[in-house]
Nanobody, 124 residues
Framework: QLQLVESGGGLVQAGGSLRLSCAAYGFTLNDYAIAWFRQAPGKERELVLCHSSTDETTNYLDSAKGRFSSSRDNAKNTMYLQMSSLKPEDTGVYYC?????????????????WGQGTQVTVSS
């Protein structure tokens, strides 16, 4: 079964750090562009970062630059989102997603494989 499984969310105080994991099953993560999204209560889902598997570049949401970073362990077929200096506004459900239509980052509507999400709550 083809699926993405996120883990690593939790409750953290402002200024703290978390590392989220996105494990892929049934397909090779490195074959696709992969993105992290988040959705806060009452808000639309927003792109946090997207990693292109073509040129190994990563594009970040402006508010995430300098605080968030991504990495990949090909042996574990897992992508990580390292978040530091967390703020209450980072609170939300974080999702990883891939697109089967391109190895480049694409518009959100073209991501066709999603994980179930993991909750991140940052307290002030």
């Amino acid at each position: 079964q083809l699926q993405l499984v996120e883990s690593g969310g939790g409750l953290v105080q402002a200024g703290g750090s978390l590392r989220l994991s996105c494990a892929a099953y049934g397909f090779t993560l490195n074959d696709y562009a992969i993105a992290w999204f988040r959705q806060a209560p009452g808000k639309e889902r927003e792109l946090v970062l997207c990693h292109s598997s073509t040129d190994e570049t990563t594009n970040y949401l402006d508010s995430a630059k300098g605080r968030f970073s991504s990495s990949r362990d090909n042996a574990k077929n897992t992508m990580y989102l390292q978040m530091s200096s967390l703020k209450p506004e980072d609170t939300g459900v974080y999702y990883c997603a891939t697109t089967t239509v391109s190895r480049w980052c694409v518009p959100v509507a073209l991501y066709d494989r999603w994980g179930q999400g993991t909750q991140v709550t940052v307290s002030s």
